[in-house]
């Protein structure tokens, strides 16, 4: 199976490492926001539902159209 593109090459590496799978990495290093540090995003609590909403959609999170707001923080924080 052919490797995604990957736009943060180092951060789908540290992932992999960590064992996650390729899919799972990729999607990952693929957020607009990817390799950022410094801790400054707001708890998804303080997010809107329309904000949780796109970033599920960002990373792929299935079913996220139905789901309350607490389910699509869950969603993301188990992702």
């Not at 090459?9 to 390729?22: I, P, T, V």
């Amino acid at each position: 199976m052919d490797r995604p593109s990957i736009k943060n090459e180092d951060q789908y590496d540290a992932l992999r490492d960590k064992g996650y799978s390729q899919e799972k990495a990729a999607r990952i290093a693929n957020t607009p926001n990817s390799g950022k540090k410094g801790g400054k995003a707001s708890p998804y609590e303080e997010w809107s539902k329309d904000e949780l909403y796109q970033q599920a959609k960002n990373v792929g999170i299935e079913g996220r159209s139905k789901m309350k707001k607490s389910e699509l923080i869950k969603a993301l924080r188990n992702n």
